[in-house]
């Protein structure tokens, strides 16, 4: 690797490690839930938003409200049950307009509604 483009890479690494700040707010005794949470930043925090997960969209966490187009429901302030997540991650959310079916799976689709119906809708 070039010396040019080792700069690149330290540079480009730093931005991102500044943007993603933040911590996932669900305690690790609460191990599904924790594990939910973690994989809501992983597979949905480019589109939703809930701060217990340090997901907020498109937008960085300064701007959490509004959004791109892109942007799915803020959990902050919508609740949802956990049948409705499973729904939604099954089918593409419930317009099937944006949200890819089946973004999740399995084990990880279950913890994420788990993850869901216990912490959305807490403000935020």
Not at 15 to 27: M, P, Q, T
Not at 34 to 48: D, T
Not at 90 to 98: D, L, V
Request: proline letters at 4%; hydrophobic letters at 35%.
């Amino acid at each position: 690797m070039g010396r040019p483009t080792a700069i690149f890479c330290v540079a480009a690494a730093a931005l991102v490690a500044v943007g993603c700040g933040g911590e996932i707010e669900v305690s690790e005794n609460d191990a599904t839930a924790h594990e939910g949470a973690v994989l809501f930043n992983q597979h949905c925090s480019g589109c939703h938003s809930i701060d217990a997960a340090n997901a907020y969209g498109s937008k960085p966490p300064k701007q959490k409200q509004g959004g791109e187009r892109t942007n799915g429901p803020n959990f902050n302030v919508r609740h949802e049950n956990r049948n409705d997540v499973l729904f939604a991650i099954r089918n593409g959310g419930f317009s099937g307009a944006i949200m890819p079916a089946n973004v999740v799976v399995g084990e990880e689709a279950e913890k994420i509604a788990d993850f869901l119906s216990k912490y959305s809708g807490k403000g935020g």
